[in-house]
């Protein structure tokens, strides 16, 4: 009898569990609000678990804010909610039960698909297998994807080869936070060429160096159709972030009768002719305007 | 934590039983803290959780530099103020701020007040400095700004070595720009489907560069100074946008207008030497440099999609800009001495040149595993400009010259186009092979050549056959083939008709007609990528990045022939425990680049068609003379972080980057063009970085930074080449640099809730 009694009481006090479960009104979100208290019970705010940091950012009050933010992103989960160890919610952002990319992006996507995001379907990232999550974290006080000299790094992990190039002798500023990355690039996708901001690479270019802009009077060809035909963007060996050292860099296009079509060796370095084609700024030490005049004496680029 | 609902019956001693041993398992493991993955970097870890943070401090730099201090605002030997502050506040539901400011203490601080109402509403106000320094080692006998004049006792000379004053009168000047941006922007959401964005900023940049210039009156001749650039910029841009987000289309409007005001419109500067007439040489000659002109653009971009399916999207991204400018002329001479007869052809320039873009891509999926897309891709550039021709004063060297000596000015109106398609197949073992086809096809108005054509194939596999190994590979072939090289279309569109016809046909041209302009060349190019990614262990990531590159412009017999870009990056991070990770890259960059020309005079000797001997130079392939250049890079780094105690933390990081230039000569055996291979160009830095924290409490912790960085370089251009070393350039005399800098700063971190 006592033994029937323990039984009773067990199954009893696990039925009654299940109907408080089941029980209560049910929630604009779908669930119950005894399920809306779930979220937060095994996933409590403690030091080690970063999940609440969310609630210091715009995503606390998704929907209201409460346990109706995590389902907005991760789902209503009813299956992960009866068996919290043993089923995904519906969109997991892992690490042990991660949903497909597209599942993790759409999650996202369906308040984020404006501005820079709108390209983001078959742009290089996303047939690439990756997903929003793959760069921002919510889960934490301040994104480093969008956190300005942080966020680099972050493009860095996977595109090695330009961190080597941030640090050559003629660069831009990136090392430093001052130009960061999505400064050109737009990480979410874009029609054009590498992903920039702009319409193109010249208009790219332009965006910080008005200067060059023109139109000039007397325009350098190469200039107008493609700023990369001279430069390195990320970081070049030359100075001025060139992709060869004059004189013959110059010489790629120019052989005109005289100076132009003559080599400049070592004999026309310091103790013997210090030729003024070769040292100093080489050719700039008199055609300085190389991305083009406005002078009406300026045709050859020389003012 | 919301506890659960108590159960309404006996409370029997089993039951507690249950109950209390399910809450002490539950105490004991936490089974859920694996799914929510810590994975704040250690040094920001506490500072989350906080509503705000403020770094106080100080910190010092032990030399003047420009290498170090190129961009980070520490180039001087001074104490600098560490401050910085991140203050956010989202506990109410009705609105959030935020603010940031970082650097406060150098020239390149920059922060930002944002303030909003969720998913409404989003204002910000920003700042942002920025300063480059360059190599300020160099000195100028030149006093002033844009107009730069010589001291009153300046000794003149028909070559630099003649100036017995020279010396004395050289001053250290600064090469800085500083840019100071203040931006606003505002972000709206109307309603479900339109939102709205503004974006207002302005900017000033100022400081100075450098640039030369020189006082000739033929290509032979050329008196020249590398002068002090200044520079006073101002640039305002707009920019309005409009989104709609329907069920189906998506669409991204923006108007932008952009103005550039520069200060200054020309820089002057006193002749230095005594060449060429009185009205020329020392005290009463003048240069004169136009400066970069006043312009502005507007434009309008329209960038969206819609999705026909789940399986059919058309995405699409259009714009219109035109820029213009009119900024009145200079005079053809700023020597008001030398006579001029015709003058400038109108007062300013009046032109404007447009660009209209559009990409658009169809992207199809016509089976569960096989995605296609289909794009094109336009970019016109059309100047709207005049044609005029200018009878210039050559380098303010003389007299306005013949009327046969006009040149006219020339538009390079472009057109490309791309089409292609590519479509993707996904096989097993989580594996997709691509194929791509482009052909592009650009149209060059008033160029060397009309059009040129380029079929590009690609090839890609990518594969994943294991969750901890991906691998991804790629190869392309691009086969351009360009029109007719016209190679005396810059003769003709550049020249006067008297002067063209007064020159022999076999000399009709600027640039040799062998050399063919490499951008627009014939060229076969082969392309090679490989990615390679590996985590042998949950707590190892190894990556394996290698590219190569070949270009062979087979058709130019001069210019560029061939280039060759080959690297390898290398990186393997390990974490060996929650407390310590670290990490190495590795990388070598190489990039060959092959080129010939050919060395001739003018006149009889510029004819370039002569097949029988004695051939002209121009003619004489023994004249030929090849470059081969190669630059390589070789970058190590590696990085530390530790965690030595809970409320103790190190970050250390080390980057070497060794780079070299070569340029080997090579002329022909038995003819008379002789080079000599120039000395290598090889800079070295090393830069280590420490940063220790201490957590002294929760909210307080103490930060030590210490960096030294050490840069050498020995650049034949600037090596020994003093202010004087060139006959006819006056050079700024700087060295190569060669620093090693110490910085150390302290701070402290105070954190609020």
Redesign the interface.
């Known amino acids: 009898m006592a033994g029937f ?2 039984i009773f ?2 199954l ?2 696990g039925t ?2 299940v109907a ?1 479960v089941v029980g209560g009104a049910v929630a604009e979100n779908g669930l119950t609000e ?1 399920r809306q ?2 979220c ?5 705010a ?8 969310i ?4 995503h ?2 998704l929907a209201g ?1 409460g346990n109706a933010s995590c389902t907005t992103c991760h789902g209503t989960s009813e299956e992960h909610l009866r068996a ?2 043993n089923t995904a919610p519906d969109v997991s952002f ?3 039960w991660p949903s497909g990319a597209d599942a993790r992006s759409a999650s996202c996507q369906s ?1 984020h ?3 820079d995001q ?2 983001w ?2 742009s290089e990232h996303q ?2 297998n990756l997903s929003c999550d793959s760069c921002h ?1 919510l ?4 994104d480093l994807a969008t956190a300005g ?1 942080a966020s680099e790094q972050i493009c860095l992990n ?1 595109h ?2 330009v ?3 941030l ?3 003629s660069r831009h ?1 990136i ?2 936070g ?1 130009t960061a990355c999505t400064d050109c690039h737009n990480p979410h996708g ?3 060429d590498a992903d920039l901001h702009q ?2 690479l010249n ?1 790219n270019c ?1 965006s910080c160096h ?10 350098h ?2 200039v ?3 700023c990369s ?1 001279c430069h390195r963007p990320h970081g ?3 100075d001025r972030l060139l ?3 004059g004189p ?1 860099l110059c ?17 026309g ?3 013997g002719t ?3 084609n ?5 050719c ?6 190389t991305h083009g ?7 050859r680029l ?2 | ?2 506890s ?2 108590r ?3 006996p409370f ?1 001693a ?2 507690a039983l ?1 109950l209390a041993t399910s809450g002490a398992l539950a105490q004991e493991a ?11 970097p250690l040094q ?1 870890r506490w ?5 705000g943070a403020v770094q106080l401090g100080l910190g010092y730099t032990s030399d003047d530099n420009y290498m170090f201090g ?3 605002g520490r180039n001087k030997d001074e104490a600098t103020v560490i401050g910085n502050l ?1 203050w ?1 506040d ?1 506990r109410s ?1 009705d609105s ?1 701020w935020q603010v940031s400011l ?1 650097d406060l203490g150098l020239d ?1 601080r920059e922060g930002e007040i944002t303030w ?1 109402v ?2 409404r509403l989003k204002i910000s106000l920003g700042f ?1 400095s ?1 300063q ?1 320094v360059r190599n300020d080692s160099g000195r100028t006998p030149f006093r002033g700004d844009n107009k730069q004049r010589l001291p009153d006792d300046w000794v003149s000379g028909l070559y630099t070595s003649d100036w017995t004053a020279l010396d004395d009168s050289l001053k250290k000047f600064d090469r800085e720009l500083s840019r100071d941006r203040l931006s606003f922007a505002a972000d709206a959401r109307l309603n479900d489907r339109w ?1 709205m ?1 503004t974006r207002l900023s302005y900017e000033d940049k100022q400081g100075h560069g ?5 006082i ?1 009156t033929d ?2 001749s ?1 008196d ?1 100074a ?1 002068l002090r650039s200044p520079v006073d ?1 101002r ?1 305002t841009e707009l920019d309005l ?1 409009l ?1 709609y ?1 329907g069920d189906r289309l ?1 669409l ?1 409007g923006h108007l932008a207008y ?1 103005d ?1 005001d ?1 200060k200054d419109d ?1 820089l002057t500067w006193q002749n230095p030497y005594s060449s060429f007439g009185p009205n020329v040489r020392y005290p009463n000659g003048e240069g ?3 400066l ?2 006043d ?1 502005d ?1 507007a434009s309008g ?1 329209l ?3 819609y999705i026909f399916s789940s399986t059919t ?1 058309l ?3 259009g ?1 219109y ?1 035109v ?3 009119d ?1 009145n ?5 700023v020597n008001p001495a030398l006579t001029v007869t015709e003058p ?1 052809p109108r007062n300013d ?1 009046d ?3 447009a ?1 209209s ?1 559009f ?3 169809l ?1 199809l999926r016509p089976m569960a595993k096989l995605n296609a ?1 289909v ?1 094109y ?1 336009l ?1 016109d ?1 059309n ?1 709207d ?1 005049n044609r005029d021709g ?1 009878l ?5 060297g003389g007299n306005q010259p013949r009327s046969a000596l006009t ?1 006219y ?4 109106d ?1 057109t490309s186009q791309i089409a292609g398609f590519e479509v ?1 197949y996904r096989l097993p073992l989580r594996s997709k092979l691509s194929f791509e086809y482009e052909y592009e096809d650009v149209e ?1 108005r008033n ?1 060397a050549v009309e059009e040129t054509e380029e079929d590009r194939y690609t090839l890609g596999y ?1 594969i994943q056959p294991w969750s901890n190994f991906s691998a ?1 590979m790629h190869l392309q072939y691009a086969d351009r083939a360009a029109d007719t090289y016209h190679w005396d279309q810059s003769y003709y569109a ?1 020249l006067d008709a008297e002067l063209i016809n007064a020159t022999p046909d076999n000399q009709r041209y ?3 007609p062998q ?1 063919k ?3 627009m060349a014939n060229r076969e190019r082969w392309e090679g990528k490989v990615d390679l990614s590996y985590l042998p262990t949950a707590r190892w990531n190894l ?1 394996l ?1 290698m ?1 190569y590159r070949d270009d062979d412009y087979d058709q130019s017999k ?3 022939t061939e280039s060759k870009w080959g ?1 390898v ?3 393997a991070s390990y974490a060996v425990s929650d407390t310590l990770s670290g990490s190495v ?1 590795t ?1 070598y ?1 190489r ?1 060959e ?1 092959d ?1 010939t ?6 006149g009889q ?2 004819n370039a068609f002569e097949i029988y001997p004695p051939l002209p130079q ?1 003619s004489d392939p023994q004249q030929n ?1 090849d ?1 081969d ?1 190669t ?3 070789i ?1 190590l ?1 590696a990085n530390l972080r530790w965690q030595l105690a809970p409320d103790l933390e190190l970050n250390l990081d080390y ?1 070497y ?1 060794d ?3 070569e ?1 080997d ?1 090579s ?1 022909r055996p038995g003819g008379s ?7 290598d ?1 090889d ?1 070295r ?1 090393h ?1 280590f970085e420490a940063s220790g924290t201490w957590h002294m409490r929760d909210n307080l912790s103490l930060q030590l930074d210490y960096q030294f960085y050490s840069y050498k ?1 020995d650049d ?6 003093q202010a004087d ?5 006056l ?1 700024f005399g700087q060295d190569n640099p060669n620093e090693d800098i110490h910085y150390v700063g302290a701070s402290v971190i105070y954190r609020w809730r």
Request: glycine share 8%; net charge neutral; proline share 5%.
């Open positions: 009694r323990l009481s067990a009893l006090l009654l569990c408080g005894t208290a779930q937060m019970d095994c996933h409590a403690s030091s080690n678990v970063a999940v609440h940091a609630n210091n950012t715009v606390r009050d804010g919290p160890t892992g690490p042990r308040c698909e404006k501005s709108i390209l379907t078959g047939q690439e974290d889960h934490r006080q301040q000299k996977c090695q080869q961190r080597a190039e640090r050559l002798p500023p090392a430093e001052k874009g029609l054009g319409v193109s208009d332009f008005q200067e060059k802009r023109g139109p000039f009077l007397w325009e060809p190469p107008a159709e493609d035909l070049s060996v030359n992709t060869a050292r013959a010489q790629q296009c120019h052989a005109a009768a005289f100076h132009p079509s003559v080599p400049y060796g070592s004999e370095l310091p103790g210090s030729n003024q070769l040292l100093g700024k080489n700039l030490n008199c055609h300085s305007q005049s406005n002078h009406p004496s300026g045709a020389t003012r | 934590m919301n659960r609902n159960l309404p019956f029997t089993a039951s249950v936490d089974p859920y803290a694996p799914l929510a993955v810590e994975s704040r920001t500072q989350t959780d906080y509503a190129q961009y980070n991140q956010q989202f539901a959030y970082s390149t909003g969720p998913d942002d920025q480059q939102r964005e450098d640039i030369g210039g020189a000739y290509a032979a050329g020249a590398l910029y640039t946008g989104s987000d998506h991204d952009s550039f520069n020309i004169g440099l136009g970069a002109p312009n653009q971009r960038t969206g999609h999207r995405q699409f991204d714009s800009a820029a213009s400018q900024q002329y200079a005079d053809y001479t400038v320039y032109g404007e040149v660009t873009t990409n658009t891509r992207l897309e794009f891709k970019r550039r100047y400009t200018y210039y004063v050559r380098g303010d040149v000015n020339t538009n390079h472009l993707g060059r160029a990518r991804r550049l600027i640039t040799h050399l302009q490499y951008y990556n990045n590219l001069l210019g560029l690297r990056n290398f990186s890259y990388g960059d990039y680049a080129q020309s050919r060395a001739f005079r003018g000797e510029k121009a003379w470059i250049a630059d390589t890079s970058t780094g980057s980057v780079t070299k230039g340029q000569y002329t063009v002789t080079a000599s291979d120039l000395p160009v800079t830095l830069q370089t034949w251009a600037w090596k020994n080449v070393t060139i006959d006819t350039v050079t």
